[in-house]
């Protein structure tokens, strides 16, 4: 659990925390309302003849508002609450903690989650994702993220996937009123299924040093700016977060044509604006049309301009691993089947689960190294490598597919990219030898 994982009752249960049949109660005073549940063995709770799985599913549907359970029930009229609990059982759990090397960055992380206060901690998306030893925001890391997030009643603000890894986020206690309801309110929920997608946050772009000109300025100064920062288009700023349109090369041609002499109003066009958390999927339309389109950040300022080529460039970089990994896997594929019967990788790649491998094309990359890593394949193979430097650099490359096939926001880092060309001119070479 203290691994990253979510905690739940039937966790205190089993910690000795919590008892089966034990009675919670939960008050809301300025309602005036008050509600008990009973624990059961699984650690769901009975409420009013309703069985609940979770705290905050139990809270949120008699309550009719989207709470957080484990600040709403508590062990008896006067009894610890839930969330009390769970910081206990995390004490424990990390009592336990080895002193390897794993266990001392595990240990030093729920520390520091532990001691933030209610200031919050300022810190960049990078240092951040440091925490759990990442660089990348994959589906892997993040579930890991939230997991320890949530049982230390931590979020961030603004939230850490919908912004770049170089913007500064705070990490800070999340608001616990349970008599009123909880917009960013703990939902039980594993999957994170309204955290997945590209957002404009996670754009470059879309949190750089934002260029504009002012209602005032000249036609000839938007020029001169456009000229010098290479730029297509600029937004027209009253101030940091007003909007009074945009100017472009296509506006000010137009503008030009029918009057020599216009001026910046003259050019000025409309500028679609959206929020840096809205998904970047949504936005397209607009883009598409306008080519551009303005982002509002956090604070409700225009923090940048994301165009159509930085979405071309953002979504270049996300599917470049993906068709990398296919060559990949369609050069090992082929190696074995140029060296190796069918009969021979069934027996190799059989194992503990007793899976009967039919085809080549059942095979993964775990099979691949499997195959690889045993002796008399690769004796067959008769390359001049070094068995265990090329079955390491294949396991890295697997760990770095495993991390993109499970959706990761961040492009992989160009040293891995690179990674994969290498391996794959090298397998070309000897693939048909």
Not at 24 to 31: E, K, N, T
């Amino acid at each position: 659990m203290i691994g990253g994982r979510r905690i739940r009752v039937a966790d205190l249960i089993k910690a000795g925390l919590l008892e089966p049949g034990q009675t919670l109660v939960f008050s809301r005073p300025r309602a005036g309302e008050r509600y008990e549940a009973i624990v059961e063995k699984d650690g769901a709770l009975r409420v009013e003849g309703h069985r609940y799985t979770s705290p905050s599913s139990a809270a949120s549907n008699v309550a009719e508002v989207s709470l957080d359970g484990w600040h709403a029930w508590q062990v008896g009229e006067s009894g610890r609450y839930l969330h009390q609990l769970r910081e206990q059982l995390l004490e424990q759990q990390k009592s336990q903690l080895a002193d390897t090397e794993q266990d001392r960055q595990i240990r030093e992380r729920q520390e520091f989650l532990a001691g933030v206060d209610g200031k919050g901690k300022p810190l960049t998306v990078l240092e951040f994702l440091k925490l759990w030893r990442a660089t990348t925001r994959s589906q892997i890391v993040t579930d890991e993220i939230d997991a320890d997030l949530t049982n230390h009643d931590l979020v961030t603000t603004p939230n850490y996937l919908k912004v770049g890894v170089e913007d500064v986020i705070v990490l800070h206690k999340r608001r616990t009123d349970t008599d009123q309801e909880e917009e960013d309110a703990a939902r039980d929920d594993p999957l994170g299924l309204d955290e997945i997608g590209i957002t404009l946050g996670n754009i470059s772009s879309a949190n750089s040093e934002v260029v504009s000109v002012s209602p005032n300025s000249s036609l000839e100064e938007a020029i001169t700016k456009m000229y010098l920062h290479d730029y297509s288009q600029l937004p027209v700023l009253a101030g940091p977060r007003t909007v009074k349109g945009a100017v472009t090369w296509q506006s000010i041609a137009r503008a030009r044509h029918r009057n020599a002499d216009a001026t910046l109003r003259d050019a000025t066009i409309e500028a679609r604006e959206h929020p840096y958390d809205k998904e970047l999927i949504d936005v397209l339309p607009d883009l598409q049309k306008f080519d551009f389109a303005l982002v509002r950040g956090p604070q409700n300022e225009i923090s940048g301009i994301v165009t159509t080529a930085d979405v071309v460039a953002a979504y270049g970089a996300l599917a470049t691993p993906f068709l990398l990994i296919g060559e990949l896997d369609q050069i090992l594929r082929r190696v074995l089947i140029n060296n190796v019967d069918i009969d021979t990788v069934s027996a190799i790649c059989v194992g503990d689960s007793g899976q009967v491998i039919e085809g080549f094309g059942q095979l993964t990359m775990g099979h691949y190294e499997r195959v690889l890593s045993h002796e008399d394949t690769w004796k067959s193979l008769d390359w001049p490598f070094d068995r265990k430097t090329f079955l390491k650099g294949l396991a890295e490359l697997r760990k770095v597919r495993n991390d993109v096939m499970h959706f990761n926001r961040d492009a992989v880092p160009p040293h891995t990219i690179t990674q994969f060309r290498q391996m794959i001119a090298l397998l070309r070479d000897y693939v048909d030898r």
